[in-house]
């Protein structure tokens, strides 16, 4: 396929770590909340098999956070969220659904309470923060609203734990999936996550201390030295075999929660006040009509840079294909597709054309692995 | 410079047009509201000269529209904006800049008033689809708000009022910049209007019929060729030299319309309720502080994709470069900058730092030309 350079410019930000990458190898640039996010370092398969084995330290400043403090702080992350954060904990990250009040999805942030009064949403690619403007300004709520200035450098794969021990000592091991607490490098805290956008194991850290933060960056790499840790970005590969849905590409404002198999987030049936919660009753009461699910497809390669139609054996379009790769794993191309109710089910046959040649394959449950 | 590819993806969203200027030669993109903006086809200053003598027709199909019809959309829509719309017209365009509560720019759109209960906001880079769902929810608005299917072809250059001639005839010819109305093309009404993000005349044709589109679009390059017709992007020397400002790189959400020189479009002495009046009386009262102006450097190149440092002869900061381009007319660099107030002077001297040596320039008036 041919390949088109990006056009840089001061509105698609650089990050903190961007002249480092670009001395590291990166090939190419994605766009994510309107700052450069890495999407090469050469070869994806290399990188997804690296990312299996051993470490990678990835710039992911583009997860942007959007601060919300005060007063009614709580109660306006709540309105804009399914998901019920009554019960939440300070120190912990939730995976939450937004959606607008026809229950649209408008992103699917993870929520860090880091107070009482005081939460970050770490979000996805759209502006989070102007709808939390909007509805605080239209409420009248008691609030304080910015994007701070975080850079979160990502630290993922199996040896992702035996690298941070080494610079944060036993204490960053024990820390539990979607805690998060505080850690000191170089005369600065560091808030640090036990997430990441892989399945691979590993932490966030969310650098406010640029300075700090350049050291730990280059601190990764020299300790890292013995684990083979290498620059890496969220492999497109890895994501869609575990599932990582990716807003904007899986789903968008078009979708609801239900649509996107995201059910264990969406609670119905609390005391919580949130957008969408009557279109959403409506939607559980008729039954949706449509859902996300994998694909594998007999094919050595795919490139998805817009949605797909699949066809059922009478060249009907019965859905289409969102995201797409070609898996080392399965030797396969699978992908992430939203399909017409009745042909949502395990082993349901599909077609679809890839540059002109039709291509077999079926319908799976997700995750892939 | 060393140059990236653009990593395609559904979420960074192609247009209709897509394919069609990947034929013509597209080389690089830029990501605009979540989709593909071409920004180079070849040399920025071959397209620059061309641009200025002949006729081009480009995919900006990002600029997005935001419909917001309904009881209560005028209502909403100058609540957003600080300039006076009570007396606008059907069938104008409106430059206006979008700001929130604390004044900072969120966007500066142009506005189309389509009916008195329906509107356009033909946006810059950034989702003021979810600034005004926000607001609408919060104030309760009897309004609907969604973004319709419409992607722009814009013809610009100084041949484009013949080219357009020839396929809509005189009437087309006849209207007033920022006027718009309706003409037919292959069994489709096209919405266009006298406007552009050029300074070398144009139109821009609101595409809602993609079949009807793409046909006109191929008709442009047929009927085009005695007009020495060639595919293009908005183009940034031509933008600087003219001084049409970019939100994202030339002003941001820090900054507020009098520091961007928006003043003409500030209405504070009227009747209207808008965000951030108070605040704008306030900045109005103290003065600001630091205000965009141009700059001439005595150099033969620049890229710049952040901000850059201005300092004056004592090497203290006195401003920063957000936009810059080599401009063939002047023989030198010229930019657009945000500069404390004391060195908001003509023939004020700067220095920048580009690529480790340093330049000498000058500040002056925009626009350039």
């Known amino acids: 396929m041919k390949t088109y350079s990006i056009a840089k410019s001061r509105r698609l930000r650089s990050t903190p770590y ?4 670009e ?5 190419a640039y994605s766009v994510y909340n309107h700052m450069l996010l890495p999407a090469a370092f050469g070869s994806s398969e290399d990188s997804y098999k690296h990312l299996k084995e051993h470490v990678q330290v990835w710039d992911v400043a583009g ?7 005060g007063k009614d702080s709580a109660k306006l992350v709540q309105l804009m969220t399914c998901r019920d954060l009554s019960k939440s904990k300070i120190g912990r990250c939730y995976y939450c659904p937004i959606i607008d009040d026809k229950a649209g999805l408008i992103n699917d942030p993870v929520i860090l ?3 009482e009064e005081r939460w970050w949403i770490s979000i996805a690619d759209s502006d989070v923060i102007l709808f939390a403007k909007g509805l605080a300004i239209g409420k009248k709520f008691d609030v304080n609203i910015f994007e701070p200035n975080v850079d979160i450098l990502a630290v993922q794969g199996p040896k992702s734990l035996k690298l941070m021990e080494k610079i944060f000592g036993k204490k960053i091991t024990e820390m539990k999936f979607f805690g998060f607490d505080y850690f000191e490098f170089a005369g600065a805290k560091h808030l640090i996550a036990r997430s990441g956008w892989s399945k691979q194991g590993g932490y966030e850290i969310y650098v406010e201390n640029t300075k700090s933060g350049l050291s730990l960056y280059d601190k990764l790499f020299e300790i890292g030295k013995e684990f083979e840790v290498k620059p890496g970005c969220p492999n497109l590969i890895e994501r869609i075999e575990s599932a990582l849905l990716s807003y904007g590409n899986d789903m ?3 979708d609801n929660p239900f649509e996107c198999g995201l059910d264990k987030y969406v609670h119905l049936d609390t005391e919580v006040n949130f957008l969408g919660k009557e279109k959403l009753k409506e939607v559980r009461k ?3 009509t449509r859902k996300l699910m994998g694909v594998i497809i007999e094919a050595k390669g795919i490139n998805v840079s817009k949605s797909i139609n699949l066809i059922n054996e009478k060249n009907s379009k019965i859905g289409e294909l969102r995201s797409g790769v070609y898996s080392p794993h399965f030797k396969k ?3 992430i597709a939203m399909l017409d109710k009745p042909y ?3 082993s349901q046959k599909i077609k679809i054309s890839i540059n002109d040649d039709v291509f077999e394959g079926k319908v799976c449950d997700l995750p892939f692995i």
Do not use: F, H, P, Y
């Not at 961007?18 to 990458?21: A, E, L, P």
């Not at 001395?23 to 090939?27: F, P, R």
């Open 286 to 288: 008729k039954g949706i």
């Open 252 to 254: 968008d404002n078009d």
């Open 333 to 335: 191309v699978i992908g």
């Open 23 to 27: 001395k590291q190898g990166v090939t």
């Open 344 to 346: 949502c089910k395990v």
């Open 113 to 115: 309470k880091l107070g």
């Open 18 to 21: 961007t002249s480092r990458i």
């Open 63 to 69: 997860e942007r956070q959007v601060e919300i403090s």
